[in-house]
């Protein structure tokens, strides 16, 4: 089936610090590759996307690159702050004609010591 | 412009009570889910409506019914509430069900915090 594996948190890093939270996928089909962000106390928002093979998305430092051949999407950052603070969703959504439907993975949290 | 908005916030139910959450937007979009989130496992689709006048099951429904209202209004109701439907409940819309890829994503509210003792 279609699937989404992210790796487990929680992750705690020092400001200025490199991320790299891993991400990998199994489908059916071409899918579009997702990164969403939750805040505490608030809902969850789209942070990046690539929808087909080395699209890399980038957003707010944040960037991924889809990768067919090892079916991964991970996600870096190259200092992070701390703000940046929250849980981290990976998520893929295959094409169907009826809605967007998303499979999200377990999501990882992420924690910057100032 | 508020986006998705839901209502209520915070919920405490006894086993066997009934409610209703309510979930509006305001952006047109044809498309409208409901998730819930429990810890360790990510997101899990409850019900979705691709468009108004439609809904199917999405991965837990058991336990669930929805009513699509109109094209802005999507509520999940809870006949019988258990403790195994304590969780937080996130409602979201997306634009078409069309092939553009701005009509992808998903834009989510802020929540709904069910207990059920």
């Known amino acids: 089936g279609n699937s989404v594996t992210q790796m487990e948190g929680p992750v705690t890093l020092s400001e200025e610090a490199f991320l790299t939270i891993n991400c990998t996928y199994t489908a059916t089909g071409y899918p579009s590759l997702f990164w969403y962000v939750q805040y505490p106390g608030e809902g969850l928002q789209l942070l990046l996307k690539?929808?087909?093979?080395?699209d890399k998305g980038s957003n707010k430092g944040f960037e991924a690159t889809y990768r067919k051949e090892t079916t991964s999407f991970h996600l870096e950052k190259g200092s992070v702050q701390v703000s940046d603070s929250a849980v981290y969703f990976c998520a893929l959504r295959l094409y169907s004609s009826s809605a967007s439907k998303i499979i999200f993975g377990s999501g990882t949290r992420l924690s910057i010591r100032p | 412009n508020a986006g998705v908005t839901q209502t209520p916030k915070f919920q405490v139910l006894k086993t066997g009570q009934s409610m209703t959450l309510q979930c509006a937007q305001d952006m047109n979009h044809n498309s409208m889910y409901w998730y819930r989130q429990d810890p360790g496992m990510g997101l899990r689709l409850i019900y979705y409506s691709a468009s108004e006048g439609t809904t199917d099951k999405g991965e837990v429904p058991n336990g669930y019914n929805v009513s699509r209202l109109n094209k802005r209004e999507f509520s999940l109701r809870l006949e019988s509430a258990a403790p195994s439907q304590t969780s937080v409940y996130f409602c979201?819309?997306?634009?078409?069900?069309?092939?553009?890829?701005?009509?992808?994503?998903?834009?989510f509210g802020p929540g709904t915090r069910l207990t059920v003792t």
């Open positions: 979201a819309s997306s634009g078409t069900s069309g092939r553009a890829v701005s009509s992808y994503e998903q834009y």
């Open positions: 690539a929808t087909k093979a080395d």
